[in-house]
């Protein structure tokens, strides 16, 4: 008899969620990065749950939008993440996305299950621990850091 607890039939051991939300500046789409979102969940790296798109008019309006081809290009550049949605994204969500954007913007909001942390997610569960604090670091504040770095060890 195992002191694991059971997994509802059907459904893998999560891993953590997060989301993104990416702003396309001048709603400038140009679709090089979905072959690169495809090959992380062809590799099992992460699982879109939700997929959505957003835009801010002049206006101020924000509103869903319906984007199959992304470039322009006459190819279904987003049918693979056809029925990615969960549901949990809701119209308050969306609005606080639409929020970040400047006006004529349009938004990808990316909601994603962290595959490859499931396992030690899993096991961190079994062992009754628990995550208190978590986020991310910006890449320019990284950046911004090493350079400082970089500078006192080139002065010292």
Not at 57 to 65: R, W
Not at 85 to 97: I, K
């Amino acid at each position: 008899m195992s002191s694991e607890p059971e997994t509802p039939s059907g459904l893998d051991e999560p891993g953590p969620i997060d989301y993104l939300v990416i702003a396309f500046p001048g709603s400038h789409l140009t679709g090089e990065g979905l072959p690169l979102l495809v090959d992380l969940v062809e590799r099992d790296i992460i699982r879109v749950l939700d997929l959505t798109f957003v835009r801010k008019d002049e206006d101020g309006t924000v509103a869903g939008l319906e984007l199959a081809d992304v470039t322009g290009d006459g190819r279904l550049d987003l049918a693979v993440f056809e029925g990615a949605s969960s549901g949990l994204f809701g119209e308050a969500d969306l609005a606080e996305a639409g929020a970040l954007l400047e006006p004529g913007d349009s938004a990808a909001v990316l909601l994603y299950e962290n595959r490859w942390a499931a396992p030690l997610a899993g096991a961190l569960r079994r062992e009754d621990a628990r995550i208190v604090a978590g986020g991310r670091v910006q890449l320019q504040d990284l950046l911004e850091v090493l350079d400082a770095l970089e500078g006192s060890d080139a002065a010292g």
